[in-house]
């Protein structure tokens, strides 16, 4: 959570702040909590952002993807460079990076992308639309 009371909110609701035995770290977020959430972190959090139903589309949910390491595979890759507690400090206090790969570039004949088909196409012909 990027804000503050949004992040106390789920502190003393869902996490860490709450009494042992509490029956509230079981329950589901309500729908209500999660739009609340939401609209304090302007429909963003670092893992899913929510688009609300606009011009005709639908609402929906767009969630990140990719590859991540877990605190286990982070000790078995560190373990000889330091110490259990500087592993799990970093593991817990790094933001979550996401870096696009980058689509290769291809002027070739055989251009598979649809942009690279085009710009190939432009770089022969000179034109951007159909050729009539």
Same mark, same amino acid.
């Given at each position: 959570?990027?804000?503050?009371?949004t992040?106390?909110?789920?502190?003393?609701?869902? !996490?860490? !702040? =709450?009494? %042992?035995?509490?029956?509230?770290?079981? $329950?589901? =977020?309500?729908?209500?909590?999660?739009?609340?959430? =939401?609209?304090?972190?302007? +429909?963003? $959090?670092?893992?899913? %952002? *929510?688009?609300?139903?606009?011009?005709?589309?639908?609402?929906? /949910?767009?969630?990140?993807?990719? +590859? *991540?390491?877990?605190?286990?595979? =982070?000790?078995?890759?560190?373990?000889?460079?330091?110490?259990? /507690?500087?592993?799990?400090? $970093?593991?817990?206090?790094?933001?979550?990076?996401?870096h696009?790969?980058?689509?290769?570039?291809?002027?070739s004949?055989?251009?598979?992308?649809?942009? +690279?088909?085009?710009? #190939? %196409?432009?770089?022969?012909?000179?034109?951007?639309?159909? #050729? *009539?």
């Open positions: 959570m990027r804000q503050e009371e992040r106390n909110w789920c502190f003393h609701h869902h !996490g860490g !702040g =709450l009494k %042992k035995g509490s029956k509230w770290k079981d $329950t589901s =977020l309500k729908w209500d909590d999660v739009h609340w959430i =939401l609209a304090k972190e302007n +429909n963003e $959090t670092l893992l899913m %952002k *929510y688009c609300p139903a606009t011009g005709g589309r639908p609402e929906r /949910w767009l969630i990140r993807q990719g +590859n *991540y390491i877990t605190l286990g595979e =982070l000790f078995v890759f560190g373990a000889q460079w330091c110490s259990c /507690w500087d592993l799990y400090r $970093t593991f817990t206090s790094l933001d979550i990076f996401i696009k790969k980058p689509h290769s570039l291809s002027n004949p055989e251009a598979i992308f649809r942009a +690279n088909a085009k710009k #190939s %196409k432009h770089e022969t012909t000179g034109r951007w639309g159909l #050729s *009539y």
